[in-house]
């Protein structure tokens, strides 16, 4: 083989250089798309699941009981197990109401009958807040909104809840 065969002439090296040069612009271009399309981060977690509480329907009484579950939550590449609760009770229809225990004012937890002072009602610690049984915040303490509740479910005699949400859009 000669060296002149060899040598890359300049209007090839011209050549070689633009077509990568190009290529590797193209290349990020259609990456960026295909990232976004299979990111973890966008993919559906799983706490929006209705989740099986381990509370039997004919179990849950007329007062509010605390209820604990577990569910799966993925947070990008991160998957972590996240404990829930609810209070559970069946009204004078004998309808399940399932409120969340985060105060509406500012995120702090209720309990109910959390206070002497205020029997069946829930209670929050932090600043006073007052609901009713249903969850309606009480005028003249901080909270301005109800207690959210819990979309739910009864399945196999079971009760399964999902995300809680404000109330009328449980
Ligand atoms: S956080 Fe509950 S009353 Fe303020």
């Known amino acids: ?14 050549n070689y250089t633009l077509t990568g040069v190009g290529g590797f612009m193209a290349a990020g271009l259609l990456i960026s798309p295909l990232r976004m399309a ?3 981060v966008l993919q ?15 179990d849950i009484k007329d007062v509010p009981t605390r209820v604990d579950w577990k569910i799966d939550q993925v947070d990008a590449w991160y998957e972590s197990e996240v404990s829930q609760t609810a209070w559970v009770y069946k009204n004078e229809k004998d309808e399940i109401v399932a409120l969340s225990p985060i105060c509406t004012h500012l995120g702090c937890t209720v309990s109910w009958e959390g ?21 309606t915040n009480i005028p003249g303490t901080p909270p301005l909104e109800p207690l959210h509740q819990y979309e739910q479910k009864v399945k196999d005699g079971m009760l399964y809840l999902g995300n809680p949400h404000p109330r009328g859009e449980a």
Request: net charge negative.
């Open 1 to 14: 083989m000669s060296d002149e065969k060899q040598q890359v002439t300049r209007r090839q090296f011209l």
């Open 44 to 58: 559906p977690s799983k706490k929006g699941d209705l989740a099986n509480v381990g509370l039997a329907v004919d």
């Open 38 to 40: 299979i990111d973890p």
């Open 115 to 135: 206070n002497d002072q205020f029997p069946n009602e829930f209670y929050c610690p932090c600043h006073g807040g007052r609901y009713t049984k249903d969850g």
